[in-house]
């Protein structure tokens, strides 16, 4: 198809909420707000994009207009005219730029592979696997699970119910002796064989971190993922413990300087889009860092990830997911939901998803009577941030 332009870019914020609000280190989580984006072009093909926040809204929308009549199958270009020279915007500039643009990029690799009328990994290399893994999530729930046995009790039954072998999840009320608690309750309950991977959003103090690692070490936790704040202190985790570590900061030079984090985990948009990340990957796999992506999303950047797991030899770990608990979505059939820890990468041409225009646009008013959905704040304190104790 020899021509094509972008004659147009619709940028939409949604709110996908979770059936149960569950705790965190930044506070009550109830979901999350995304920008669900559609790119049009001249031969009516639509590409889909998504951002995984709603503070680049504008400066998506001010992309798309920059982008009009420009060829959506040359990223580069598209990239040009939308965001600074590379080096100055990760050091001097307003980095959500970065952000922006790669949710668009998701967008025009979706038109890429409808006009090629090829899934996305193939257009990636093709695919090493079928088959992608993810992981349940377990936490402690408002009107859900709020005791370590019922923790234990809700993975077993997604275990019993759906095939479930792995699983991660946050312990954060501010108590380590609950964690503790509940890692015992889990491998107890589950057996020696599942997965388990915890996640404490770098809640605890590294003195708190080192009697927390001693506690649970001996139960065979797969990946511990932002213990403490900083890479320097995770770097003294690992020199103690063998319990491998991950973060959500994507710095390759300063992971392997430190020595810190041994994998990470984080999002396309994020990193800039899909060719950025195929070359972040690359440069994982030379410096032996580990990546898989984190949760929380829509069913298009789910996609996104099943596609570039699916080419992508070196991600071999299961990514997060929140899917269970997730109760709308804006692609039909969506959410994605794993069975037997596994999500068959979609055949169709592009991300091969296609949008849902009523549930896009249930899910628009949702925002727009509610308000976006803020996990940071505190529910017993109205306008402020939750605090947990340093522990």
């Avoid at 009550?28 to 998504?50: M, N």
């Avoid at 993810?134 to 039954?157: D, H, I, L, S, W």
């Avoid at 990830?305 to 030899?313: E, F, N, Q, V």
């Avoid at 225009?357 to 803020?374: F, S």
Wanted: charged residues 20%.
């Amino acid at each position: 198809m020899l021509g094509i332009k972008i004659t147009g870019l619709r940028a939409t914020p949604v709110n996908i909420p979770l059936e149960k609000p569950m705790w965190w280190t930044g506070g009550y989580y109830p979901g999350t707000s995304k920008t669900i984006i559609e790119v049009e072009t001249d031969q009516g093909i639509v590409g889909l994009g998504e951002a995984p926040s709603i503070d680049v809204l504008e400066s998506i929308r001010a992309m798309g207009e920059r982008l009009i009549g420009a060829d959506p199958l040359d990223v580069a270009t598209c990239e040009s005219l939308c965001v600074p020279p590379w080096q100055i915007v990760q050091n001097t500039d307003d980095s959500s730029v970065v952000k922006a643009f790669g949710a668009i990029e998701i967008a025009l690799w979706d038109i890429r592979g409808k006009v090629a009328g090829e899934p996305l990994y193939r257009l990636l290399g093709g695919a090493v696997r079928k088959e992608i893994p993810f992981t349940e999530y377990f936490g402690y729930r408002v009107g859900g699970e709020t005791e370590p046995q019922e923790v234990a009790n809700y993975c077993a039954r997604m275990s019993e119910e759906h095939g479930s072998t792995m699983f991660e999840g946050k312990l954060i009320l501010g108590e380590p002796e609950l964690e503790i608690d509940t890692v015992k309750a889990l491998r107890e309950t589950l057996g020696r064989k599942a997965m388990l991977r915890l996640d404490s959003n770098m809640q605890y103090s590294l003195p708190t971190a080192f009697r927390l690692f001693r506690e649970i070490e001996p139960y065979n936790i797969r990946n511990y993922e932002d213990p403490v704040a900083t890479f320097e202190e995770m770097a003294e985790l690992r020199r103690h413990f063998t319990i491998p570590i991950s973060t959500h900061t994507p710095d390759i030079r300063k992971a392997v300087a430190t020595r810190g984090p041994a994998y990470i985990v984080t999002n396309f948009a994020v990193l800039g889009g899909i060719a950025r990340a195929v070359r972040f990957i690359g440069a994982c796999e030379a410096m032996g860092i580990g990546f898989w992506c984190y949760s929380g999303d829509a069913g298009i950047t789910t996609a996104g990830y099943l596609h570039m797991s699916a080419a992508m030899p070196w991600i071999s770990e299961p990514s997060q997911s929140l899917f269970r608990w997730q109760i709308g979505d804006v692609i039909e059939g969506g959410p994605f939901q794993q069975k037997n820890d596994v999500i068959a990468v979609p055949e169709g041409p592009g991300l091969g998803v296609s949008l849902d225009r009523e549930a896009l646009n249930h899910w628009h008013n949702h925002l727009v009577q509610n308000g976006p959905l803020d996990h940071f704040y505190d529910p017993a304190m109205p306008g402020r941030f939750r605090r947990l104790p340093l522990n």
